[in-house]
């Protein structure tokens, strides 16, 4: 088979993307990638909102894009940093306050496990104060590690989305200024396996919605139809259905936390409750995946097997993130080789 020149440049860009997309995975830096394609498009579609809405805007829409993005990444930093340091200030400044309110927990808690668990644990509020200061003494090298590693991800995921805001307002006045018959070869086809990974970004996004708005019907049906009908009353439900679907919205890492959160708040009712909590969490992930391989394999006509094998194949070589950048990496590929019409 032979390839015309706008194929074999085609497909040079595309193997190019694909190494690059590797190698970011295996110097952990995948989740600046994520954030960049985020506002990327982001600063994208805005602009396209404010000068269709907003003609009397001209080209001020793109500056006003970029900046109201950058203020709402800011809030939310900001906002959530100091939600944090308060917290955490509060906890420092009243920590007898503290363990009282924590005490009636770590009782349900201790009275939900079996005798032969509950024998090892700690008599009293003092005791596990105790054993948690050991524990940190002990392992507060390891503690430190993960301290920096979660600022090194929140630093590559601020210069990502910087990047991506950066590229984003650049592809707006490049438009303008450069039309698609002054480019040479090269840039045309660079440009357009970015505008690709652009559309299948917004495929996964929508898919990841989508999963994120199911995963909160669910969790709103067990906790307050299903677990209600066995006289079992979660507390927090309504701040765990906001959860879900807030922290769904970030793919694989949000269900973890989830899971966490449901799974500890579950165990303060009992042992039981908190077996069933996670079983019906798995069955529902379970059906996540497949949902959101039909949905992005629907836009680029691709099977559930083929993207589930894809994830597998991905989260084995590169682990989570590999999982999490799976269907954006094959959805590019697939529809790469279709636009070239090599497939």
């Known amino acids: 088979m032979l390839f015309n020149n706008n194929q074999k440049l085609g497909i040079f860009c595309v193997v190019g993307f694909a190494i690059l997309f590797i190698i970011l995975m295996q110097v952990h830096l995948m989740p600046g990638l994520i954030a960049g394609l985020l506002t990327y498009t982001l600063t994208l579609k805005l602009d396209d909102f404010l000068s269709q809405n907003m003609s009397q805007l001209g080209r001020k829409s793109k500056l006003i894009s970029v900046t109201l993005l950058i203020t709402i990444i800011m809030a939310i930093i900001i906002g959530g940093s100091w939600y944090l340091f308060t917290w955490f200030v509060g906890v420092a400044k009243h920590p007898t306050e503290t363990m009282a309110a924590i005490k009636p927990v770590i009782d349900n808690v201790s009275n939900a496990l079996p005798a032969s668990i509950k024998a090892y644990l700690p008599d009293d509020i003092d005791g596990i104060k105790d054993n948690v200061m050991v524990y940190l003494k002990e392992h507060i090298f390891?503690?430190?590690?993960?301290?920096?590693?979660?600022?090194?991800?929140?630093?590559?995921?601020?210069?990502?989305?910087?990047?991506?805001?950066?590229?984003?307002?650049?592809?707006?006045?490049?438009?303008?200024?450069?039309?698609?018959?002054?480019?040479?070869?090269?840039?045309?086809?660079?440009?357009?396996?970015?505008?690709?990974?652009?559309?299948?970004?917004?495929?996964?996004?929508?898919?990841?919605?989508?999963?994120?708005?199911?995963?909160?019907?669910?969790?709103?049906?067990?906790l307050f139809v299903i677990?209600?009908?066995?006289?079992?009353?979660?507390?927090?439900?309504?701040?765990?259905?906001?959860?879900?679907?807030?922290?769904?919205?970030?793919?694989?890492?949000?269900?973890?936390?989830?899971?966490?959160?449901?799974?500890?708040?579950?165990?303060?009712?009992?042992?039981?409750?908190?077996?069933?909590?996670?079983?019906?969490?798995?069955?529902?992930?379970?059906?996540?995946?497949?949902?959101?391989?039909?949905?992005?394999?629907?836009?680029?006509?691709?099977?559930?097997?083929?993207?589930?094998?894809?994830?597998?194949?991905?989260?084995?070589?590169?682990?989570?993130?590999?999982?999490?950048?799976?269907?954006?990496?094959?959805?590019?590929?697939?529809?790469?080789?279709?636009?070239?019409?090599?497939?």
Request: hydrophobic share 60%; proline share 3%.
């Open 227 to 343: 677990l209600p009908i066995f006289g079992v009353h979660l507390p927090f439900s309504k701040s765990l259905v906001l959860a879900t679907f807030v922290f769904g919205l970030i793919p694989i890492v949000g269900n973890l936390i989830v899971n966490i959160l449901m799974f500890l708040v579950a165990f303060t009712v009992s042992f039981g409750v908190s077996i069933a909590v996670i079983i019906y969490l798995i069955l529902i992930h379970k059906v996540e995946y497949v949902l959101n391989a039909k949905i992005v394999g629907s836009k680029i006509q691709a099977g559930i097997c083929e993207l589930l094998i894809a994830m597998l194949f991905c989260e084995t070589l590169f682990g989570l993130i590999g999982l999490v950048f799976a269907p954006i990496f094959y959805a590019f590929i697939k529809l790469s080789l279709k636009d070239l019409k090599l497939i």
């Open 142 to 222: 390891y503690l430190q590690s993960i301290i920096a590693h979660a600022f090194h991800i929140l630093v590559i995921l601020i210069v990502g989305m910087i990047i991506g805001l950066i590229l984003g307002f650049k592809h707006q006045k490049q438009s303008n200024l450069t039309t698609q018959e002054q480019k040479t070869p090269l840039a045309q086809a660079f440009n357009a396996c970015v505008d690709r990974l652009v559309i299948v970004f917004q495929y996964v996004a929508i898919s990841q919605f989508v999963i994120a708005l199911f995963n909160a019907i669910m969790t709103a049906i067990f």
